[in-house]
């Protein structure tokens, strides 16, 4: 006997969500732009794949958590030497991370012959609030 389930909403999904933990969502947020890009990568030329594969490729969820615990250590004034050692060579890494998605950013843009805010609106990105 076959079952019928029928498919969840973008809202439903969205409210799912937002009962996950942290860690939780950003697996989930991962997981969803691995399959965007495997999508649209059907219509892609073999060198967008590649530098949207790039693209996708932000610090791994440990890293990030790392990140935030040792920031909040230290916006609380509670980090030691060591621990800000730690933070300094992670945010680095962080940085290096974020110029290499964002040379692939600069290659794909040029690639598809347009201006990068252009691109950034075509794959939904968002220039972060603080740069």
Known sequence: MESSVSPLSPEQIISAASTLSLVE??????????????????????????????????????LRERLRLLQTKRDNE?????????LTQLTDRAEEIHAERMAALAELAILRGVPLPQ?????????????
């Open 78 to 86: 509670t980090i030691t030497d060591v621990e800000y050692a730690e």
């Open 25 to 62: 969502l950003e697996r989930v947020f991962d997981s969803l732009l691995v399959l965007q890009a495997e999508r649209k990568a059907a219509r892609l030329t073999a060198n967008e794949s590649a530098l949207l594969s790039r693209i996708n490729q932000g610090p791994p969820s440990e």
């Open 119 to 131: 691109l950034f609106e075509q794959l939904g990105l968002h220039f972060p609030e603080h740069v």
